[in-house]
């Protein structure tokens, strides 16, 4: 599989990919969408599973029990199938009733929100992406994208989104802040200084919805190919049917899920801020030839005027800061547009050789 260079081009608005294929019998990948990859993933009995109700348990030893097995997921695997979340299951069932409403809609109706910049905090259309043999595919995959904090965004259409969005992301920044706690107090870092830094009251947080249709070929094409995601932590639910992938070493192993649980991944910016203890791990979306599969996403991030380095009492632990300090909106914006820079990922760009030290 060639690898992705820095040609990304994520706000192109083409007929979406549910209408073409809800508007012919397909039986073969249209050449556009070519991505030739082997979507096999493999099963695993280890994937960490966190029981998050332990982790507000009055119980001390189950509590403390909770923030190691949440320390130990993000350092060995930077993924975990997070259950007991306090989340209802009908607030979930009602997100994935509501973002296939919006898929739904006609093509006018969403092509308003064609996104012209990265910036725009309501994007909606599909992705191009040309690999380093310079050729071009289209990802298998209709998708909307909003910022939701601090500031709210929302298509006005269907009504029920709005209300639904609010709640559910509501919840899952209450989530972040206390695996944020848990992650913290596992490495001893004063509570309070990280706070500070990472300014969670005014967290930067974006929802994505993804639409998969079934494929004729899945392995000629691909939902989404393999990136880290920016930001502390991202949480997944999808409708049902299964197509995150998560890579560990070296092998991809599908992230399959009881139901009603979540899915979380370490992200970026935790990745940088435990100075490379904990992390980003790279997935993929897999698509499949039977079923239509939507994923509802929240990438949960500091607030976007947080610089973003190696948290200070770490790197005097290490004796060095592996990653360089960037402004989180910043960050965001750039991987928007460019997911990899020469070829390498941005959070590979991102660190600092034992070499070339930066003087703070």
């Given at each position: 599989?060639?690898p992705?260079?820095?040609?990304?081009q994520?706000?192109?608005?083409?007929?979406?990919?549910?209408?073409?294929?809800?508007?012919?019998?397909?039986?073969?990948?249209?050449?556009?969408?070519?991505?030739?990859?082997?979507?096999?993933?493999l099963?695993?009995d280890?994937?960490p599973?966190?029981d998050?109700?332990?982790?507000?348990?009055?119980d001390?030893?189950?509590?403390?029990?909770a923030?190691?097995?949440?320390?130990?997921?993000?350092?060995?695997w930077?993924?975990?199938i997070?259950?007991?979340?306090?989340?209802?299951?009908?607030?979930?069932?009602?997100?994935?009733t509501?973002t296939?409403?919006?898929?739904?809609?006609?093509?006018?109706?969403?092509?308003?929100?064609?996104?012209?910049?990265?910036?725009?905090?309501?994007?909606?259309?599909?992705f191009?992406?040309?690999?380093?043999?310079?050729?071009?595919?289209?990802?298998w995959?209709?998708?909307?994208?909003?910022?939701?904090?601090?500031?709210?965004?929302c298509?006005?259409?269907?009504?029920?989104?709005?209300?639904?969005?609010?709640?559910?992301?509501?919840?899952?920044?209450?989530?972040?802040?206390?695996?944020?706690?848990?992650?913290?107090?596992?490495?001893?870092?004063d509570?309070h200084?990280?706070?500070?830094?990472?300014?969670?009251?005014?967290?930067?947080?974006?929802?994505?919805t993804?639409?998969?249709?079934?494929?004729p070929?899945?392995?000629?094409?691909?939902?989404?190919?393999?990136?880290?995601?920016p930001?502390?932590f991202?949480?997944?639910?999808h409708?049902?049917?299964?197509?995150?992938?998560i890579?560990?070493?070296?092998?991809?192993?599908?992230?399959?899920?009881?139901?009603?649980?979540?899915?979380?991944?370490?992200?970026d910016?935790?990745?940088?801020?435990?100075?490379?203890?904990?992390?980003?791990?790279?997935?993929?979306a897999?698509?499949n030839?039977?079923?239509?599969r939507?994923?509802?996403?929240?990438?949960?991030?500091?607030?976007?005027?947080?610089i973003?380095?190696?948290?200070?009492?770490?790197?005097k632990k290490?004796?060095?800061?592996?990653?360089?300090?960037?402004?989180?909106?910043?960050?965001?914006?750039?991987?928007?547009?460019?997911?990899?820079?020469?070829?390498?990922?941005?959070?590979e760009?991102?660190?600092?050789?034992?070499?070339?030290?930066?003087?703070?």
């Amino acid at each position: 599989m060639a690898p992705l260079s820095d040609s990304f081009q994520p706000f192109e608005y083409d007929t979406a990919i549910k209408v073409l294929a809800d508007s012919s019998d397909l039986k073969a990948v249209p050449s556009k969408f070519k991505f030739v990859n082997e979507p096999t993933g493999l099963n695993s009995d280890s994937l960490p599973i966190i029981d998050f109700s332990a982790l507000t348990a009055n119980d001390p030893d189950q509590r403390s029990k909770a923030i190691h097995d949440v320390g130990k997921a993000c350092q060995e695997w930077g993924f975990f199938i997070l259950v007991n979340h306090g989340i209802p299951e009908f607030l979930m069932n009602s997100l994935a009733t509501a973002t296939r409403e919006f898929f739904n809609l006609p093509e006018t109706e969403k092509k308003q929100y064609e996104a012209k910049s990265a910036s725009d905090p309501i994007k909606c259309g599909n992705f191009n992406v040309t690999n380093t043999s310079n050729q071009t595919f289209t990802l298998w995959r209709d998708y909307l994208k909003l910022y939701v904090h601090p500031e709210f965004h929302c298509p006005l259409k269907p009504p029920v989104l709005k209300e639904i969005l609010l709640e559910y992301t509501k919840r899952i920044r209450e989530l972040t802040r206390k695996l944020v706690e848990a992650v913290s107090e596992n490495l001893e870092l004063d509570q309070h200084y990280v706070d500070e830094v990472l300014k969670l009251d005014s967290s930067f947080q974006l929802f994505a919805t993804n639409f998969y249709p079934p494929c004729p070929e899945p392995d000629k094409a691909i939902g989404l190919p393999p990136h880290t995601d920016p930001g502390l932590f991202t949480f997944l639910i999808h409708n049902g049917v299964a197509g995150l992938q998560i890579q560990h070493d070296g092998k991809w192993f599908n992230a399959d899920s009881p139901q009603n649980s979540i899915l979380v991944n370490v992200a970026d910016q935790l990745q940088i801020f435990t100075n490379g203890r904990c992390k980003s791990v790279m997935h993929r979306a897999v698509v499949n030839d039977e079923r239509e599969r939507i994923s509802m996403v929240v990438a949960n991030g500091p607030s976007k005027e947080a610089i973003m380095g190696p948290a200070a009492p770490l790197v005097k632990k290490d004796g060095r800061a592996i990653y360089r300090p960037m402004k989180y909106i910043e960050y965001v914006e750039a991987q928007l547009v460019k997911s990899r820079v020469n070829g390498k990922p941005i959070l590979e760009q991102m660190m600092i050789e034992e070499d070339d030290q930066v003087v703070n």
